[in-house]
């Protein structure tokens, strides 16, 4: 049987498609919680997550209302500042994913779902985020240079669920795993003549 990437380990144990581990725990938050089971939940949440995805990586900024509450929040605990409400959190990505000479392409490897209510859950999942240097012309096609730098996160998230199905209601992260590759892809240009 195949199975797709978004599918985790996570949903096949918590959907008792692997028997012989039910009961595992992430965080303390064991499979064998009746609550946890909620395949269409798990499916929902594991589809909004990649639509985040897509929407940064297309920069069609407008598409995370499909992916934020109204009243969303971005932050959480510890975080320097909170961004919250839909329209800040769109201005706030559009501000980080809207310049068009930067490509990126981002995933959601791992999505543990837990604690789904008829109404709330919560997510732990790891993606990565990666950035692509200047497209080079090769061969009458255009292709992206080798050089890329790639960031592996991590995201804590709690969602709600209203007419419009599961929305993030509160974003921690991403917590940066790791950074790997070349990072004066992202660094922002020196101030003009101190080159």
Same mark, same amino acid.
């Given at each position: ?17 692997l ?11 064991? &499979? ?6 909620d395949a269409d939940a ?12 897509i ?12 992916v934020y509450?109204?009243?969303?929040i971005? %932050? %959480? ?10 329209s800040?959190?769109? +201005? ?5 994913? %809207?310049?068009? +000479?930067? +490509? ?5 490897d791992?999505?543990?779902?837990? $604690? ?8 732990? &999942?790891?993606?990565?985020a ?8 090769? #061969?009458?096609g ?8 790639v960031? #592996?996160?991590?995201? $804590? ?9 599961? #929305?993030?209601?509160l974003?921690? %992260? =991403?917590?940066v795993?790791?950074i790997?590759?070349d990072? &004066?892809l992202i660094?922002?240009? =020196?101030?003009?003549?101190q $080159?």
């Amino acid at each position: 049987m195949q199975y797709s990437k978004l599918f985790s380990i996570s949903f096949l144990i918590a959907a008792g498609l692997l028997p012989g581990i039910s009961g595992a725990s992430v965080n303390g938050t064991s &499979s064998a919680n009746p609550a946890s089971n909620d395949a269409d939940a798990i499916t929902a949440i594991s589809q909004l997550l990649s639509l985040f995805s897509i929407t940064l990586d297309t920069k069609d900024f407008s598409a995370l209302r499909g992916v934020y509450a109204s009243n969303a929040i971005l %932050g %959480g605990d510890g975080a320097a500042q909170n961004i919250t409400g839909i329209s800040a959190i769109e +201005s706030f990505y559009r501000a980080q994913f %809207g310049n068009a +000479s930067v +490509s990126t392409q981002h995933t959601s490897d791992t999505v543990y779902v837990s $604690d789904v209510t008829a109404t709330s859950a919560r997510s732990v &999942s790891y993606g990565n985020a990666f950035y692509f240097g200047p497209k080079v012309l090769e #061969r009458g096609g255009q292709m992206f240079s080798n050089q890329s730098v790639v960031f #592996r996160e991590r995201f $804590d998230n709690k969602y709600s669920k209203g007419e419009d199905g599961w #929305r993030i209601s509160l974003q921690t %992260g =991403p917590t940066v795993l790791a950074i790997e590759g070349d990072t &004066s892809l992202i660094a922002p240009p =020196p101030p003009p003549g101190q $080159d």
